[in-house]
């Protein structure tokens, strides 16, 4: 009995691991076929749009946060309820603003965006302090680039 429950707690351990392993910032050419297709079904990538960063934080089949060469977006498809699903977008040019909030206690590091024809909408990312940090200012410097 004894060394089942250990057995058990030792695949507990792995699986956990390797679900929080899963759980990256990638680019758009390591992002899985599958997940493209989701992303273009969503009405968030365009031909010719190319993903820059994106960062799941619930399976890529669920939730994703992102920036391109011409947007962020943020999508959260509720498993049971689709009328819970979240689906938000701004274009370079119609942000107005963007927040960082590092260190968030309980939840994870998130930009918030702001922009003229809709309410904010936020992005979250988690990962090192240096990841987050270089997806945080990568999306800055991207949507300072092409807001005209």
């Not at 507990?12 to 992002?31: P, R, V, W």
């Not at 119609?94 to 960082?100: A, F, L, M, P, Q």
């Not at 922009?115 to 904010?120: C, H, K, L």
Request: aromatic share 12%; charged share 20%.
């Amino acid at each position: 009995m004894l060394s089942t429950l250990a057995s058990m707690k030792k695949y507990l351990f792995i699986a956990l691991l390797g679900c929080l392993a899963c759980q990256h910032i990638e680019t758009g050419n390591t992002l899985d076929k599958g997940t493209i297709q989701l992303i273009r079904s969503l009405g968030l990538l365009e031909p010719g749009e190319t993903i820059i960063q994106y960062y799941s934080n619930a399976g890529k089949d669920r939730a994703g946060n992102f920036f391109t060469d011409r947007r962020i977006a943020h999508y959260w498809l509720a498993s049971r309820d689709p009328a819970e699903n979240e689906i938000n977008f701004a274009w370079y040019r119609d942000i107005v603003s963007i927040d960082t909030v590092y260190n968030v206690q309980g939840d994870l590091s998130y930009m918030g965006v702001n922009y003229v024809n809709g309410p904010s909408f936020r992005v979250s990312v988690d990962g090192s302090k240096k990841e987050i940090r270089r997806f945080f200012e990568t999306a800055m410097l991207t949507w300072q680039q092409h807001r005209k």
